[in-house]
């Protein structure tokens, strides 16, 4: 999982954040999508740490846990049992 927005910097690899829920990805659609293919393995998310520079330390647990935390956000929204 990973989140983009379409304006930030014309589609480039910039419009990728950290932000699992800012940006334009429509979650609800991707995980009715993954249901109607009887998709049932694993998501995980992308974290892209160069977007942290020049501060970037590896490995960034809060990132993570703040990711996980809205993963789970991302999936009591759609009403997904995907824990």
Known sequence: MKNFQRDDCGGVLHGFGDDLLRGDVDFPAVITALEQVGY????????????????????????????????????????????
């Open 40 to 83: 049932t393995g694993p998501i995980t998310a992308e974290m892209l740490p160069f977007c942290r520079l020049p501060n970037m330390v590896l490995p960034d647990l809060e990132l993570a846990r703040d990711t996980a935390v809205k993963m789970k956000q991302v999936f009591a929204a759609t009403g997904s049992c995907a824990q």
